[in-house]
């Protein structure tokens, strides 16, 4: 960690003291502001920063699958063309090509699961759900999992307060392999 | 007269490696001329030719030049495989015909795609590019502004994370190159250093890593390390001289040279500066090595040294024994490739291929080995090393790493990302080749 910082600070030094380069730009960029950019910055951390206000619970939840998510990922998730949404529990060490990659089992973090679904879903009318609505399908993914119940409110705090099962189960390569 | 004899002594090909590997000096323009007749009879010259007829095409004027040319219609079959052709909704893939293609630069037409949502169709003139975050001044960029920046042009390979994951399998999947190794493809891409953008923007000190985002309506996103901006990723408008394929991101897509395809982002319209990574889908539930004690690796960043033999290789069968070149692609996301041995007999013996330059770093490496075939079966690999001291793991090497795979999964799926252990073509007294472990 320690080295990594040093070597990011080192590039950083570089290529801010680089000076040719910055006069031979024709600096054409247009300043803008972080509000004029609020419709395009869909950036969710994994600490909930950048998500918007509202709410719901997996009972609002239900109805907005059953309306706009079923087709593809099946009755209650069960999966279909798309992809089953839970389950899988205990199956990681069985291995790759065997072990069932599910919400519930495998992702970290259940802000991602509001990002994936607020910037790509449903896959033929993407962004076309209310923040409300958002929160609601991701409490009921997450009800679907046992991780939350029926009436717990996902809120931009309550989201990313979540733990998820798998929230340990990674080790980042990068820098570095060891 | 023994002049003459010692001469032609040697201009014989050496043997270099088991099962008729030829030193690889032998393609250096000096020419091939075998003194003694191989062991199953071949003749050193093919048979008599006829007597030639004047063709049709050489009795009338041609077609009028297209303003845009395409290849020749006799190369229809020189496609993609589409995983998709319906656009079911869900991920589709297309994947290059390595085996039909020689040289290292894939045309636009050929390279592979992967996309989650299809290819948008994006006017340029209405297309931006943000970048904002972790800056001093967030700015956008159009692209007739972007053209009046400085410009770079690289070759460099791309490359799926999940290339190659049939080799992931029990059972050798019964597969060709575009099946196994389909997902990738290289161009030269030409665009503006992403540094030099981000020293007109400035950058907080407290930016670590950056996010790259699609205009595609699955938005795909993905975290890089601030480093790799700083480095050599770039903004690149054209490939392979022209303006960016549709499918590869037109108008603009960032290019992390060496990474993982999918981070090499499509149709780019927002970059981020930020802390630390957002933990995005493509980062967390996919690109993820998983591993048999149930823990994963994330940020499997660079691709690893990795080659495969494009010629001969199934669905290529050989005419008869007699002189062929095996040919093959090598190349690394961790810089130039070094080295490429050639086995003919399944890896008991090796001889040193002959590397097609300019061997660049990032890019694809075209090998070349001479090879005598004695018409008896025979195994071919190959094995790469590049400049960093990273060696090609064989199978079992690889496997002991990761772990035996339990089942046989599809052609089409990926239980598996970042494969890129020795590829084995067996080739059988006919000629067929056949992928199989050894």
Not at chain 1, 42 to 58: K, Y
Not at chain 2, 6 to 17: D, G, K
Not at chain 2, 397 to 417: D, H, K
Request: net charge positive; charged share 20%; glycine share 10%.
């Amino acid at each position: 960690m320690c080295m990594r910082r040093v070597i990011s600070a080192a590039l950083l030094a570089a290529a801010l003291n680089a000076g040719t380069a910055l006069a031979d730009s024709p600096r054409l960029g247009q300043p803008v502001t972080e509000a004029d950019l609020a419709k395009w910055d869909l950036s969710i951390g994994p600490d909930g920063v950048g998500l918007p206000p509202g709410s719901g619970t997996a009972a609002q939840g239900a109805a907005v699958f059953a309306q706009k998510c079923e087709a593809c990922h099946g009755r209650e998730g069960s999966g279909g063309i798309a992809a089953k949404l839970y389950g899988g529990i205990g199956t990681l060490t069985d291995g790759p090509g065997v072990a069932v990659r599910t919400v519930g089992n495998y992702w970290p973090y259940a802000t991602t699961v509001f990002d994936f679904i607020r910037r790509s879903m449903p896959w033929n009318q993407p962004k076309s759900l209310t923040a409300d609505e958002i929160y609601a399908t991701t409490a009921y993914i997450l009800k679907l999992n046992g991780i939350i119940g029926d009436n717990d409110v996902m809120t931009a705090d309550t989201v990313a307060k979540v733990k998820m099962p798998n929230r340990d189960g990674f080790i980042s390569a990068y820098p570095a392999k060891h | 007269m023994t002049d003459i004899k010692r001469r032609r002594r040697s201009r014989e090909p050496e043997i270099a490696a088991g099962n008729g590997l030829l030193d690889r000096r032998a393609l250096l323009g000096r020419g091939i001329v075998f003194a003694g007749a191989v062991g199953t009879g071949a003749s050193l010259t093919g048979a008599a030719a006829e007597p030639l007829a004047v063709d049709p095409w050489s009795l009338e004027p041609g077609i009028i030049i297209p303003a845009y040319g395409t290849p020749s219609r006799f190369e229809g079959k020189v496609v993609r495989t589409l995983t998709n052709p319906k656009g079911t909704p869900r991920t589709a893939q297309a994947r290059t015909p390595h085996h039909l293609l020689d040289g290292t630069i894939t045309p636009a037409g050929l390279h592979f795609v992967v996309s989650r949502s299809g290819i948008p169709d994006i006017d340029p003139a209405q297309h931006r590019l943000a970048i904002h975050g972790l800056v001093k001044q967030p700015m956008v960029f159009t692209l007739d502004a972007l053209a009046r920046y400085p410009k770079v042009s690289r070759i460099c390979f791309v490359e799926c994370g999940g290339n190659s994951a049939p080799l992931f399998s029990k059972d050798p999947a019964q597969a060709d190159v575009q099946a196994i190794h389909g997902m990738l493809s290289c161009s030269e891409w030409t665009g503006v250093r992403l540094s030099t953008l981000l020293e007109e923007t400035g950058i907080d000190p407290k930016a670590k890593w950056f996010l790259a985002e699609g205009a595609d309506s699955a938005t795909m996103n993905r975290s890089l390390p601030l480093a790799k901006a700083l480095d050599d990723a770039m903004i690149a408008l054209y490939q392979n001289g022209e303006r960016i394929a549709p499918s590869q991101g037109y108008p603009m897509r960032l290019l992390a040279p060496g990474y993982e395809g999918n981070m090499n982002v499509k149709w780019l319209r927002r970059i981020k500066l930020i802390e630390a990574p957002v933990m995005a889908m493509n980062e967390t539930r996919e690109y993820t090595i998983l591993r048999f004690d149930g823990k994963a690796w994330q940020f499997n960043l660079p691709m690893e040294v990795k080659s495969f033999i494009t010629s001969p290789s199934p669905g290529l069968t050989l005419q008869g024994p007699g002189y062929y070149e095996i040919s093959g692609l090598a190349y690394s996301g961790h810089g130039r490739i070094s080295q490429v041995m050639v086995s003919a007999d399944g890896g008991r013996s090796w001889a040193q291929a002959a590397l097609q330059g300019p061997v660049l770093s990032k890019a694809l490496t075209r090998f070349r080995m001479p090879w005598r075939w004695d018409g008896q079966p025979a195994v071919l690999q190959s094995r790469s090393w590049d400049e960093a001291g990273n060696v090609q793991p064989t199978r079992a090497e690889l496997l002991a790493q990761r772990g035996e795979p339990r089942t046989s999964p599809s052609v089409e799926a990926f239980p598996m990302t970042h494969m890129n252990p020795v590829t084995s073509w067996a080739i059988d007294s006919k000629g067929e080749a056949k992928h199989v472990y050894a």
